[in-house]
T-cell receptor
Framework: QKEVEQNSGPLSVPEGAIASLNCTYS??????FFWYRQYSGKSPELIMSIYSNGDKEDGRFTAQLNKASQYVSLLIRDSQPSDSATYLC??????????FGTGTSLTVIP | NAGVTQTPKFQVLKTGQSMTLQCAQD?????MYWYRQDPGMGLRLIYYSASEGTTDKGEVPNGYNVSRLNKREFSLRLESAAPSQTSVYFCASIAGGANEKLFFGSGTQLSVL
């Protein structure tokens, strides 16, 4: 069983719509959760981190965490073509061991 | 401020050849990591070093060795390269403590023929 699971997509949404990305993790003891964005041919960059159950908002991005269900999600409101990228879910298992999912490819259609 | 520097950026090897991928960070970070990225596989952790002088296996350590030479440098060695090791390799580091943001290098594209 993989540590972090994501739907690989691809996910396509029209410009201005809400994009919803989902992730599950296997280690119930995990404490820290992250969303990274990766443009084609580039390195991943951190866009959101979340540590507590509930929602965390940052601009157009909202991360949601449900530890009971071992589920993390990312909502992107008012999606823009510049949001087209692969989104990677990551988990700190403890001891600074960071594990990533396979990524979800998002395309925002103008 | 250079951040995380990886060398080389591109490399082509023949099966059985050896090579070392170099990584250095200038942010005084405690922990460093090596990941590989293959199409459809996301980032997979090869080895990590939680602090200077320590190294631990990740998800896919077979065929690799690492050295945490000092606090700045963390190298990845392929002793006998195989076509299955064709991948993009990323080095990353974090400060540690409450700061868990991973800083990535620009990656090394490795092809093993």
């Amino acid at each position: 069983q993989k540590e972090v699971e994501q739907n690989s997509g691809p996910l396509s949404v029209p410009e201005g719509a809400i994009a919803s990305l989902n992730c599950t993790y296997s280690d119930r003891g995990s404490q820290s959760f992250f969303w990274y964005r990766q443009y084609s041919g580039k390195s991943p960059e951190l866009i959101m981190s979340i540590y507590s159950n509930g929602d965390k908002e940052d601009g157009r991005f909202t991360a949601q965490l449900n530890k009971a269900s071992q589920y993390v999600s990312l909502l992107i409101r008012d999606s823009q073509p510049s949001d087209s990228a692969t989104y990677l879910c990551a988990v700190n298992k403890g001891g600074n061991q960071f594990y990533f999912g396979t990524g979800t490819s998002l395309t925002v259609i103008p | 401020n250079a951040g995380v520097t990886q060398t080389p950026k591109f490399q082509v090897l023949k099966t059985g050849q050896s090579m070392t991928l170099q990584c250095a960070q200038d942010m005084n970070h405690n922990s460093m990591y090596w990941y590989r990225q293959d199409p459809g596989m996301g980032l997979r952790l090869i080895y990590y070093s939680a602090s200077e002088g320590t190294t631990d296996k990740g998800e896919v350590p077979n065929g690799y060795n690492v050295s945490r030479l000092n606090k700045r440098e963390f190298s990845l060695r392929l002793e006998s390269a195989a076509p299955s090791q064709t991948s993009v390799y990323f080095c990353a580091s974090i400060a540690g403590g409450a700061n868990e943001k991973l800083f990535f290098g620009s990656g090394t594209q490795l092809s093993v023929l």
